[in-house]
């Protein structure tokens, strides 16, 4: 058995392929594995299709992250809270997917938000994702009022997980009705497991859960036995009538 490391894993910047196992973690800071490496598309599908992302500032190296717990999302077991439920029923925006990419990563990285100084989301993650993006990988939601992008929110997309990275809201509600259209959606193409990263009240009103890291890496296993994440055009195929995202 390999001996658990003092402190984070260096990657080799000429190995895109080796993570550390998710078990050699930090418990402080929770989850905190690797430092180093890049973010070329290989690492990046590589890390997480083990459960793990990078998440850093600028001026730090990149550091790797496999948190435990872990909040994930499934698909069916999503609620949507009464009063979003009202505010949809009036439909007040338009939802597209794929359709301004690098526009919602670029406001996910300038919104400011409660509690937060500056933005992890460098030019660096900018251009990294954009690239997974124009592969295939990265996806995103977009709230539209009129011809303006008003919220939305992105993530990455292997077999039949989900992670999501960031969202962004411009106008009230506009990220949380984008983000039900995407659950909706993920469910009609049998998607398994969308998973959150770490807790926030916003998302545990979504029926989000903590999980034990051992648990999300299991369901992780089971969504990605069919890694053709390609199988179907990002493009809505469900009814955009409000009964629909209403159901249950």
């Known amino acids: 058995m390999t001996t658990h490391p003092p402190g984070p894993y260096w ?9 550390p196992p998710v078990e050699w973690a930090l418990e402080e800071p929770n989850g905190l594995l690797a430092v180093g490496g890049d973010l070329s598309s290989q690492r990046l599908l590589n890390a997480y299709a083990q459960g793990i992302f ?10 790797w992250w496999s948190p435990n717990p872990r ?13 979003l439920r009202k505010t949809i029923k009036k439909t007040p ?14 406001h996910c990285s ?33 709230a539209w009022q009129g011809e303006q992008l008003v ?24 990220s949380k009705i984008a983000f039900v259209y995407l659950v909706r959606q993920l469910q ?30 299991q369901h992780l296993r089971a969504a990605l036995i069919d890694l053709d994440h390609r199988n179907h055009a990002w ?11 209403l159901a249950r």
Request: charged residues 20%.
């Open 54 to 63: 990078p998440w850093y500032s600028e001026g730090q190296p990149i550091l």
């Open 11 to 19: 990657l080799d910047p000429n190995d895109p392929g080796t993570f």
């Open 235 to 245: 493009d809505f195929d469900l009814p955009h009538g409000v009964d629909s995202l």
């Open 71 to 83: 909040l994930v999302l499934l698909p069916n077991e999503l609620h949507i809270p009464k009063s």
């Open 93 to 106: 925006y338009r939802i597209t997917l794929d359709t301004a990419f690098a526009q919602v990563i670029e």
């Open 188 to 217: 009609q193409w049998g998607y398994q497991l969308i998973d959150c990263q770490v807790y926030t009240a916003h998302l545990a009103r979504f029926g989000a859960l903590e999980v034990p890291r051992a648990n999300f890496v």
């Open 151 to 174: 919220g939305g929110l992105y993530g990455v997309a292997l077999g039949k997980a989900f992670f999501g990275e960031s969202m962004f809201a411009l106008r009230p509600d506009a």
């Open 110 to 142: 300038t919104t400011p938000r409660d509690g937060q100084d500056g933005t992890w989301i460098t030019d660096e993650m900018k251009q990294a994702y954009i690239q997974l993006h124009k592969q295939g990988y990265a996806h995103s939601v977009e």
